[in-house]
């Protein structure tokens, strides 16, 4: 498109419309956004920042407020503890002036985690953006936390499980593998062994008949390696049935997983002879489901209602009154769309189709929102005869906002772009499928090339050509070594870029033989392939699932089922916990081992006391164990069964503590603080109140709780605080800072900067409305005293006298440049004019000259009249003193010439003035009595600079100045530009003539006379 060169746009407005559109932009992203110019002065923000910061964003001023002035609010809001606020801004700068971006993560007051990025740019500003990150640090300590489950279930399954590679060397063994094989004794190491050499020993002692054991181990390792699944059972010499399944990988290794069958083929025995003690196994599973803290649902193969416990039917069935064995999970779910329990927002047969897709192919674990508002954690997989197992948890409290149910709702790739670290997927051939924005921006070495079907090659050696190279790599080796760990994952490893961070990179491969990646800047947990065997565990497998310590007892007191996690956490004597055991032998046998503190008095009155207890199944208690604080909880089933179960609540025992430490930390910092703080409720009635306000009011805060301030302050001055309160509590925004004048319980008048704050509820309600107010009275008394010197001394006198007692110090003499300014023919003006216009005409000459001393660094010494004498380097030298008298003098010269110019133009005769200026010592300090002090500036220096300005009218010249001040300017770096030498002049009263310099520039530009 051609342009229209007769009206090209303008550079300026360019740059105003892009400023426009980046505010415009800033102001609706939903990070907070800051810029700090070098100096640490707000330069913009946006509103977001204010909010997630918990500041009033318009009390944020650009170009007034400061990061220190930020940190002091937060610090006084005890999110720093007890540190000083000038201490964090030094530890905050420290980190973020390295120019590499600072990156730190705290929770606010709030309670909300905020991720806060700082980068100081190359001209020293300082951006900082803050990101709301609860929900992903949610996210990440729940994936912890099932990370750390698996972990311990795959350590305590009561199955045998061990992996080999393609080369046949072990990769992975639990032990109780070893266990089942009876190889305790033998000595296998990760990654070393061999397959052959776990199958000779048993063929050693026999375990697969007589022969050659070489050839037997030769044939069994040849049996597992052959491609197929295989599976077996034998009996042990130990009498132990042991069965073994083994599968093939994809990349030719092999799954052994061995299986104690003995009960089950003891089972298979006892069949025919056992019938009723089999049912009353099942009663007491029965019972132990009912015990589950979840809702229990078990569907059979044909998807018919088989057993459920009542925590499901009474809290998580929309359709209780249908739960009815054998009725179809279909007609189930039917009738809850009927009765309008589908979700919001999804039609009565969209939820249908998608919950029996769901229920016949589980997905895993997943979150739904129920109507009455409540979240539920939905699990359900597939048993071995084909039925659902599902359990119904209520999660509600772990979720904390709307935006975490929608997270689990998103597709695929929008959990990928929700990913914190770098993410990137290669398919089978090595080429690109897709990537996160945070990968493309911080991980990738060629951002611009990563476009679908890129080999990873291409992207590997075009990273290599410019020169990103990890520290220490030859760049052809890095590229070899590179591919191969890419291609062949060996686990997580870090690389040093050359940008200073280090990265650590995940990579495994698919089941279609892709490559994920991962990029990270800290240790994150991979994912656990036992997940997917998790779909496999039975009912029992379920219950030992359960985080809490689980035991079951029958009618005759005796030990009938317990979980992994009672043995190994919850009893005081595991080795003995055995089925049949009774409650009162456990008991024996942890007083005989000293185990009960205190030891009772009387042991046999003691066990009677306490088996009594037990088996009234009514107890709840906690006790104290090992340093750790126990839960237990006791109840009788229906058929007489006792179930107890352990939870460790140490945790939250201790949270508990640290709660009350903070409270206590917190009361004692509200009531350190100079300052008024207190909390009101929704009636205006005091629940917090600080001992700073109860000295102001009179009165002990304890005694303010549940009253209003009108019962300390009066009714106009308490009736304020009420109005002030409700229009917070209407609004749901804070009052910014204002001023309000009190006196005190002494009389005592006072200012307070008062600002006042909502909390709210989790229903975003104003529950209570927080008041914070200053005494600004002394600072108001102080800021009016300084704008009253400001009026009569120059700002730099005005500075002088705020900081010390003694400002001008001792009388001395030193350097200085003196200029003298007087307005021509002001006599016969002042003759010709009123009195009001002379007056007039003569503020605004000196305000002018007043003005152009002080932009160029000089003391204004006195007003004359109709001019001024000014002085440069007091009460203390700069080193640029003769160069700014100098400036100063040309300056007020070019100053009248432009001011001429506007009174010609309205009428207005011009205004002349003559202008000296000279360097030399002078004698300076202050004079006068107690009751009236002055700073003189007196001395031969002044007279010559008065005569000089005499000089500038006989020379017609605007300024004359010395050669003394001259030379002394050039040598300060200043400039004598348009200033001519004219040679020695006798001044008036010396005797000696000095050389002098004038300026005639306001004569030539406006040929004033």
Request: glycine content about 8%.
């Amino acid at each position: 498109m051609a342009s229209d060169e007769s009206n090209p746009p303008r550079h300026g407005d360019a740059l105003d419309s892009t400023y426009r559109l980046l505010e415009t932009t800033i102001a609706h992203v939903d990070q907070g956004i800051a810029l700090f110019d070098a100096d640490l002065r707000l330069i913009l923000r946006n509103r977001q920042y204010g909010i997630l910061l918990g500041i009033d964003p318009d009390s944020l001023r650009p170009g007034v407020t400061s990061m220190l002035d930020i940190v002091r609010v937060l610090a006084a809001r005890g999110e720093f503890g007890n540190r000083d606020a000038q201490d964090v801004l030094d530890d905050v700068m420290a980190r973020t002036l390295t120019g590499t971006a600072a990156r730190i993560d705290r929770m606010n007051f709030q309670g909300r985690w905020i991720q806060v990025n700082r980068k100081r740019l190359p001209d020293g500003s300082i951006v900082i953006t803050l990101t709301d990150v609860t929900a992903a640090r949610a996210a990440e300590d729940a994936l912890a936390r099932t990370h750390a489950l698996l972990a311990t279930t795959f350590a305590n399954m009561d199955q045998g499980f061990s992996v080999y590679g393609p080369d046949r060397v072990l990769l992975a063994c639990n032990a109780r593998h070893l266990v089942l094989l009876g190889l305790t004794d033998h000595e296998f190491v990760i990654g070393r062994t061999r397959i052959e050499e776990m199958i000779r020993p048993l063929a050693v002692r026999g375990e697969y008949g007589p022969g050659d054991p070489d050839a037997i181990t030769a044939q069994r390792a040849d049996w597992l390696f052959a491609g197929k699944p295989a599976r077996g059972e034998r009996r042990m010499n130990n009498g132990v049935w042991v069965q073994l399944n083994s599968n093939p990988l994809p990349d030719g290794g092999v799954v052994v997983t061995l299986t104690d069958v003995t009960a089950i083929k003891e089972a298979e025995r006892k069949l025919e002879a056992s019938r009723d003690e089999a049912m009353r196994a099942r009663m007491q599973l029965s019972d132990a489901v009912e015990a589950i803290a979840d809702g229990f649902v078990l569907w059979d193969a044909q998807d018919r209602l088989v057993a459920f416990n009542s925590r499901y039917r009474d809290e998580h069935s929309y359709v209780p009154d249908m739960l009815k064995p054998g009725v179809r999970f279909e007609d189930v779910i039917r009738e809850s769309a009927r009765r309008g329990m589908s979700p919001p927002g999804i039609a009565p047969e969209e939820w249908v189709q998608r919950r029996l897709r769901e229920h016949r192919d589980p997905p895993g674990p997943y979150v739904i929102r129920r109507r009455d508002g409540r979240w539920l954690q939905m699990t359900e997989y597939r048993t071995l005869e084909g039925g659902v197992v599902g359990i119904r948890a209520d999660v509600t409290r772990l979720l904390t906002s709307e935006e975490a149910a929608k997270a689990s709702q998103r597709r695929l790739m929008e959990a990928i772009e929700a990913i914190s670290e770098g993410f990137v997927l290669w398919d089978a051939d090595d080429r690109l499928v897709a990537f996160n924005s945070r990968y493309r921006d911080e991980y990738s070495f060629a951002p611009e090339m990563l476009q679908p079907g890129i080999s990873f090659e291409a992207i590997i050696r075009e990273s290599v050509r410019r020169g990103m190279v990890p520290v220490g790599y030859d760049p052809e080796q890095w590229v070899r070594d590179r591919i191969d760990q890419h291609r062949n994952p060996r686990g997580p490893y870090i690389v040093e870029r050359r940008d200073g961070r280090s990265v650590m990179i995940t990579e495994y491969k698919t089941q279609e033989g892709g490559i994920v990646g991962i990029r990270t800047d800290v240790t994150r947990l991979r994912e656990s392939e036992a997940a997917a065997k998790a779909s496999q565990l039975r009912l029992v497998a379920a219950i030992e699932s359960v985080p809490q310590g689980f035991v079951i007892y029958g009618p005759d007191d005796r030990v009938v089922l317990y979980n992994s996690r009672y043995l190994e956490r919850f009893t005081l004597v595991p080795e003995i916990v055995r089925p049949g055991l009774s409650f009162e032998e456990l008991t024996r046998e942890a007083l005989k081992r000293g185990l009960v503190a205190p030891a009772p008095e009387d042991p046999e009155r003691w066990i009677a006391e306490h088996v009594a207890a037990h088996r009234a199944a009514a107890r709840k208690f906690v006790s104290h164990r090992n340093n750790r604080w126990i839960a237990v909880e006791e109840s009788r089933t229906e058929n007489g069964d006792i179930v107890v179960i352990h939870t460790d609540i140490t945790d939250l025992k201790q949270r508990e503590r640290e709660l009350t430490r903070s409270r206590r930390l917190l009361r004692g910092v509200i009531d350190a603080v100079p300052a008024i703080i207190n909390v009101k409720d929704r009636q205006s009635r005091y629940v917090l109140m600080n001992r700073f306000q109860g000295e102001v009011y009179g009165v002990d805060p304890a005694d303010a709780i549940g009253r209003v301030s009108a019962d300390f302050v009066g009714a106009r001055y308490g009736g304020e605080s009420n109005a002030m309160d409700e229009q917070v509590i209407r609004s749901g925004a804070a009052l910014p800072w204002s001023e309000r004048e009190f006196v005190d319980v002494n009389g005592t008048p006072h200012t307070w900067l008062t600002a006042k704050l909502p909390l709210k509820d989790d229903r975003d309600r104003v529950e209570n409305v927080v008041t914070v107010a200053l005494d600004i009275t002394q600072l108001k008394a102080t800021d009016r005293a300084r704008a009253n010197l400001s009026r009569y001394l120059a700002p730099s006198m005005v500075d002088a006298l705020a900081r010390t007692d003694e400002p001008f110090g001792p009388p001395r003499l030193q350097p200085v440049a003196v200029l003298f300014a007087d307005m021509v023919g002001f006599t016969r003006l002042a003759a010709s004019e009123a009195p009001e216009a002379v007056f007039q005409l003569l503020r605004a000459f000196n305000g002018q000259l007043a003005r152009t001393v002080f932009d160029n660094g000089g003391t204004l010494d006195k007003f004359t009249g109709d001019g001024i004498m000014a002085t440069f380097g007091t009460p203390a030298p700069t080193g640029r003193d003769a160069a700014n008298a100098l400036t100063c003098a040309r300056a007020i010269a070019a100053g009248l010439a432009e001011w001429n110019r506007a009174r010609v133009a309205i009428g207005a005769p011009p205004i002349r003035v003559g202008i000296g200026v000279h360097w030399g010592d002078a004698l300076m300090g202050t004079i006068g009595d107690e009751h009236r002090l002055e700073f003189a500036v007196v001395g031969d220096t002044v007279n010559v600079a008065s005569r000089l300005e005499t000089l500038s009218r006989e020379l017609d010249a605007d300024v004359a100045a010395s050669d003394a001040l001259i030379a002394k300017a050039r040598e300060q770096g200043g400039s004598a530009d348009g200033f001519v030498e004219r040679g020695p002049q006798v001044l008036r009263g010396r005797n000696e003539p000095v050389a002098v310099w004038t300026l005639a520039l306001a004569r030539r530009r406006d040929g004033a006379e």
